[in-house]
């Protein structure tokens, strides 16, 4: 700890340029600092400062040896922080912007609001691309690879599209057998509200894209709604695999054309980056990482 402070007094002392300066600004008298810089000399044997009966400059040894403290101190007062910031209970507001696929993502939160209660989650379903800094977000779940150099990203797991259908509509109508048969059924499209345009349904034939104009005969903006429209027996739609993995599982829904779709992507969480990630981030961003209803990645 002696030289620690030593290696205090040598940086004050060259930013003030001055001994008396340097005093105080450490609440120490000029004395004190002369001889702490004395000391640091003779324990390295060059010699920091040329000195004159005005003032003081850096030798060149003392040049290089003032940048490095400086970085010793630095990451010493972070360390301190980081040390403070475990000791202290999550807590606060955090806002974190979530595609509008809700359902899915309730459960998880409710998990982690029971966990950590001192923090208050502002919880921002929208489809638009936000931007993340600008507008105050703590944290967002994205899909698609992380484009802003400025944020820092933990992939959370993968999806698969998928073509869905109930059993009562796929005894009425029958099942189809290749992409073409979709053109005699009822198809429940989404529309993206942000821009207003259909998804399309991603389908192959031996790695060749096939483009289909397929029959609209309901729309809906609501990723949830046409899910829920699909169950009931209205016609087929194209979904994610986590937002029917319930309704799969249930029997409610029926997959179709597996051999033939392959659009997939990956959810990233994504956070400004810093040197420093609050206490009620850190938490979170672990807590999301571990529970994300996906498949997990390998990345």
Same mark, same amino acid.
């Given at each position: ?78 360390? !301190? ?28 939160? !409710? ?37 802003? *150099?400025?944020? *820092? ?42 821009? !207003? ?19 609209? *005969? ?6 949830? !709604? ?72 390998? *990345?």
């Amino acid at each position: 700890m002696e030289s620690l402070n030593a290696i205090g007094v040598f940086v004050a002392a060259a930013e003030a340029r001055s001994f008396v300066g340097a005093g105080r600004a450490l609440g120490i008298s000029a004395s004190a600092v002369s001889k702490s810089i004395a000391r640091l000399e003779a324990k390295f044997g060059v010699r920091l400062f040329h000195r004159s009966t005005r003032s003081i400059t850096l030798t060149a040894q003392g040049t290089q040896f003032v940048e490095r403290c400086r970085r010793v101190l630095a990451e010493l007062e972070v360390a !301190g922080e980081e040390l403070s910031q475990t000791l202290a209970a999550p807590q606060g507001p955090l806002r974190v912007g979530l595609p509008m696929i809700a359902r899915p993502f309730l459960r998880m939160f !409710g998990e982690f609001q029971a966990l950590y209660p001192q923090i208050q989650l502002d919880l921002d379903f929208n489809d638009r691309l936000a931007d993340v800094i600008a507008e105050g977000f703590d944290a967002v779940i994205r899909s698609g690879a992380p484009k802003d *150099s400025g944020l *820092s990203a933990r992939p959370l797991g993968t999806y698969r599209m998928l073509v869905v259908g109930s059993p009562d509509y796929l005894a009425r109508n029958g099942t189809p057998r290749c992409p073409e048969d979709l053109h005699a059924h009822r198809c429940i499209h989404f529309r993206f509200p942000a821009s !207003g345009k259909l998804q399309a349904w991603q389908m192959r034939r031996d790695e060749r894209a096939l483009e289909l104009e397929l029959p609209r *005969s309901m729309i809906c903006n609501s990723v949830e !709604g046409r899910m829920e429209l699909a169950v009931q027996g209205q016609g087929l739609t194209y979904a994610a695999d986590f937002v029917v993995r319930e309704a799969l599982a249930a029997g409610h829904l029926v997959e179709v054309l597996g051999d033939y779709t392959w659009e997939g992507g990956q959810f990233n969480l994504l956070w400004p980056s810093g040197r420093q990630v609050p206490p009620k981030l850190r938490v979170f961003i672990e807590f999301i990482v571990a529970n994300m209803p996906l498949v997990r990645g390998t *990345s």
